[in-house]
């Protein structure tokens, strides 16, 4: 299987902060990379698709990028509802798996 | 709009199994694959497995082999998931997200429209 890594697990910032999340992938996935955002009690909403392309609805302050097995999430100037859990998930082969999340906190 | 609108929450002993079902509506149910995620409280996503909704075909994570059926009923344009010999650690809430068109690109698409998710609770 392929193993996903995320860091940092948690973060405090700050509205207005730029703030990058990142996740490798054990082995190649091409650019087979989502990123998932979820907030308590809810079910999760897809960000970004095939590592670096804005999901329809998606506000442009969030963007992704990839290089090898690195895969980043950048949100460049942090909303108050931006505060949530984020994910990062490999589609290239199943089974489908998940980073462990960063749960991003008010600083 | 598409919607996915998943089944109740449920309360089951252990070694009993669960159904949980998913309905979709706004879109053409067979043309995409659909998953299922799995949450533990407090912990992180866990993939499932996944269904053809067109055909027959599914491709289960291999921890739940063995334990979890993935079936559709097209005339409903429901998907269902089973998962049975329950325990204490499959206590979680579980979603059926949408995947991809049914080509093998669609295999790699990610999950853009989620159900509310079950909660089943494992408890004697």
């Known amino acids: 299987d392929i193993q996903m890594t995320q860091s940092p697990s948690s973060l405090s910032a700050s509205v207005g902060d730029r703030v990058t999340i990142t996740c490798r992938a054990s082995?190649?996935?091409?650019?087979?990379l989502n990123w998932y955002q979820q907030k308590p009690g809810k079910a999760p909403k897809l960000l970004i698709y095939?590592?670096?392309s804005l999901q329809s609805g998606v506000p442009s302050r969030f963007s992704g990028s990839a290089s090898g097995t690195d895969f980043t999430l950048t949100i460049s100037s942090l909303q108050p509802e931006d505060f949530a859990t984020y994910y990062c998930?490999?589609?290239?082969?199943?089974?489908?798996?998940f980073g462990q999340g960063t749960r991003l906190e008010i600083k | 709009q598409v919607h996915l609108v998943q089944s109740g929450a449920e309360v089951k002993n252990p070694g009993a199994s669960v159904k949980v079902s998913c309905k979709a509506s706004?879109?053409?149910?067979?043309?995409?694959?659909m998953h299922w995620v799995r949450q533990a409280p407090g912990q992180g996503l866990e993939w499932m497995g996944i269904i053809n909704p067109s055909g027959v075909s599914t491709n289960y994570a291999q921890k739940f082999q063995g334990r979890v059926t993935m079936t559709r009923d097209t005339s409903t344009s429901t998907v269902y998931m089973e998962l049975s010999t329950l325990r204490s650690e499959d206590t979680a809430v579980y979603h059926c997200?949408?995947?991809?068109?049914?080509?093998?690109?669609?295999?790699?698409?990610?999950?853009?429209?989620w159900g509310q998710g079950t909660t089943v609770t494992v408890s004697s």
């Open positions: 095939a590592a670096s």
């Open positions: 997200a949408r995947g991809g068109q049914i080509t093998v690109a669609g295999l790699r698409s990610g999950m853009d429209v």
């Open positions: 998930q490999q589609s290239y082969s199943a089974p489908y798996t």
């Open positions: 706004g879109y053409t149910f067979t043309s995409y694959y």
């Open positions: 082995q190649s996935i091409s650019s087979y």
